[in-house]
């Protein structure tokens, strides 16, 4: 390279994304909140997954609003004070027809995966956003991680492999922001469980 060429700038480091799904969920929903509560188990779980985060660092946490997320969120919150919080409706879980033929689907099928597609997008735009090595970490639905992974690694999630996804199942994926396709890290990693409480 002669002088004075400038050399090639190195690509920016990804944005690190954690994705946990909610602990087990059943029940009545509460008054004021949406969906159903977390079970018993569900709360061991949510307390399991609350302390292996609870020496990783992260720049933002964001949740859904729905019960079962947010319940599981608040036993990582905790042990990350200083942390901002988001809690979203962008991020509620979805229907499983986004990965179904779409042969199979009708006009109110459509028009419901449409509005669940355009609210993860319009969160995917604000995940972008974030600075390069940022750590960020979601507490969202089994679905929505299978869309977002999905999405990230630009794969058509009719196409792709769905992705079991356990209760407070880890997942993390390499959120790349200069046009190179995501990298998924970990999928699903349930070590913070006892055999009997997986679910």
């Known amino acids: 390279m002669s002088k004075g060429t400038p050399k090639p700038s190195a690509?920016?480091?990804?944005?690190?994304?954690?994705?946990?799904?909610?602990?087990?969920?059943?029940?009545?929903?509460?008054?004021?909140?949406?969906?159903?509560?977390l079970t018993k188990l569900g709360l061991r779980q949510a307390e399991r997954v609350g302390k292996r985060l609870a020496l990783e660092k992260f720049d933002h946490i964001y949740s859904s609003d729905m019960a079962r997320a947010y319940e599981t969120a608040q036993a990582v919150v905790k042990h990350?004070?200083?942390?901002?919080?988001?809690?979203?409706?962008?991020?509620?879980?979805?229907?499983?027809f986004h990965f179904a033929p779409r042969a199979s689907r009708k006009k109110d099928v459509i028009e419901r995966i449409d509005k669940e597609r355009k609210a993860c997008e319009r969160f995917l735009r604000k995940l972008r956003k974030h600075k390069p090595g940022e750590r960020i970490l979601l507490?969202?639905?089994?679905?929505?991680?299978?869309?977002?992974?999905?999405?990230?690694?630009?794969?058509?999630p009719r196409?792709?492999?769905?992705?079991e996804t356990n209760n407070t199942g880890v997942f993390k994926v390499r959120l790349m922001l200069d046009g190179q396709v995501s990298r998924v890290g970990l999928a699903n990693c349930v070590k913070h469980l006892t055999p009997n409480q997986i679910s």
């Open 11 to 37: 690509p920016p480091p990804p944005v690190q994304v954690t994705l946990v799904r909610h602990g087990q969920a059943a029940g009545e929903q509460r008054p004021g909140e949406v969906g159903a509560p």
């Open 80 to 96: 990350h004070s200083g942390t901002p919080y988001t809690v979203s409706k962008d991020i509620r879980e979805i229907t499983g």
């Open 139 to 156: 507490v969202i639905h089994g679905n929505l991680i299978r869309l977002l992974i999905s999405t990230l690694s630009e794969v058509n």
């Open 159 to 163: 196409k792709a492999v769905i992705l």
